[in-house]
């Protein structure tokens, strides 16, 4: 079958195209025929090893396909990458039905960005109705499905940040309220200027001083959710006393961890996200379509910061 490899660890340049054996399902695994691919910026953190779980070489990246297995279209989270390939091994539990009526983009953009999205502001941030929420990266994978699930959930002013006027205006198309630049020199002003006050919940995925400063404009009993780090620079370690100043709280959030919650969290996530689909309440966002053989052009221009929404591989070009 036709893969794409990783024989040491880089940036987009060590993704090289490759044959390689079909793999064998074994016990409670399934085999997914793969029609789309989902680009993910872990991808681009396995790829150099530097995401939470370890990579080992040789790596086929990728943690999320839809196709069909058994006659049966699905979408998958992998265990450990494989999903850079015509044909990948899902485990059972993580393997879920596609209903009628969402389309390959969909399906793909619900599995990780959306479910992120939705325990962020749920699990996290405990959003309450009428609560100011920050969306950092508003326009990419997770921001675009958050900004329309906070105002579909009541928050009182929604406030995104993204990099250029086209990024904000999609923003502000997706229910945002007002949409700042994402590289203003005190992000603690402009977001005070924005909502009129401290603002109550933040989703940050940049890190640095956006995180810094982002901590610095919540109100109090705000909540800041951290879940990436794009910037690929550390916030300033955190003094727990200084949380007291405004009873503040900050949390982290790894997608796998959700699978050891009691219940089915993650299932319920994605069914309730289809649903609102399927409603016309929610829509995915695309990226751009790349061919399998050119998953490095896809890494380059995700970790360029300049795209939106979702990216996918073709496995069949």
């Given at each position: 079958?036709?893969?794409?490899?990783?024989?040491?660890?880089?940036?987009?340049?060590?993704?090289?195209?490759?044959?390689?054996?079909?793999?064998?399902?074994?016990?409670?695994?399934?085999?997914?025929?793969?029609?789309?691919?989902?680009?993910?910026?872990?991808?681009?953190?396995?790829?150099?090893?530097?995401?939470?779980?370890?990579?080992?070489?040789?790596?086929?990246?990728?943690?999320?396909?839809?196709?069909?297995?058994?006659?049966?279209?699905?979408?998958?989270?992998?265990?450990?990458?494989?999903?850079?390939?015509?044909?990948?091994?899902?485990?059972?539990?993580?393997?879920?039905?596609?209903?009628?009526?969402?389309?390959?983009?969909?399906?793909?953009?619900?599995?990780v960005q959306g479910t992120t999205a939705w325990i962020l502001l749920k699990k996290n941030a405990h959003l309450a109705k009428g609560e100011s929420v920050v969306?950092?990266?508003a326009a990419g994978g997770v921001g675009t499905v958050a900004v329309q699930l906070a105002k579909a959930w009541g928050a009182g002013r929604v406030i995104a940040?993204?990099?250029?006027?086209?990024?904000?205006?999609?923003?502000?198309?997706?229910?945002?309220?007002?949409?700042?630049?994402?590289?203003?020199?005190?992000?603690?002003e402009a977001l005070l200027d924005a909502n009129g006050r401290r603002v109550d919940i933040v989703l940050d995925m940049v890190g640095g001083k956006t995180t810094?400063?982002?901590?610095?404009?919540?109100?109090?009993?705000?909540?800041?959710?951290?879940?990436?780090?794009?910037?690929?620079?550390?916030?300033?370690?955190?003094?727990?006393?200084?949380?007291?100043?405004?009873?503040?709280?900050?949390?982290?959030?790894?997608?796998?961890?959700?699978?050891?919650?009691?219940?089915?969290?993650?299932?319920?996530?994605?069914?309730?996200?289809?649903?609102?689909?399927?409603?016309?309440?929610?829509?995915?966002?695309?990226?751009?379509?790349?061919?399998?053989?050119?998953?490095?052009?896809?890494?380059?221009?995700?970790?360029?910061?300049?795209?939106?929404?979702?990216?996918?591989?073709?496995?069949?070009?």
């Open positions: 079958m036709r893969a794409v490899q990783v024989t040491e660890f880089g940036g987009p340049e060590v993704l090289t195209p490759v044959e390689l054996p079909d793999p064998v399902a074994g016990p409670g695994e399934v085999l997914v025929d793969v029609d789309r691919i989902g680009v993910n910026y872990a991808d681009t953190h396995q790829a150099e090893n530097s995401y939470l779980a370890p990579s080992k070489l040789p790596l086929v990246p990728g943690g999320e396909v839809v196709g069909t297995s058994d006659g049966k279209r699905v979408v998958a989270l992998l265990n450990g990458g494989g999903g850079y390939a015509e044909k990948a091994v899902a485990p059972e539990a993580t393997t879920f039905p596609v209903p009628d009526g969402i389309d390959d983009l969909t399906a793909l953009s619900m599995l969306v950092h990266a940040t993204a990099s250029s006027d086209e990024k904000r205006a999609l923003a502000l198309e997706l229910g945002a309220d007002v949409a700042i630049d994402s590289r203003a020199e005190d992000m603690t810094d400063q982002s901590i610095a404009a919540l109100a109090p009993f705000g909540r800041l959710a951290f879940y990436g780090m794009a910037g690929r620079e550390s916030p300033k370690p955190v003094e727990l006393r200084n949380l007291l100043g405004h009873s503040t709280t900050i949390s982290g959030m790894w997608l796998p961890h959700v699978f050891r919650l009691p219940g089915n969290v993650f299932g319920t996530a994605l069914t309730e996200l289809f649903d609102l689909v399927l409603a016309g309440k929610l829509k995915a966002i695309p990226g751009g379509e790349y061919a399998l053989s050119d998953a490095r052009g896809a890494h380059e221009a995700l970790r360029s910061r300049k795209t939106v929404g979702k990216l996918l591989l073709d496995p069949a070009k």
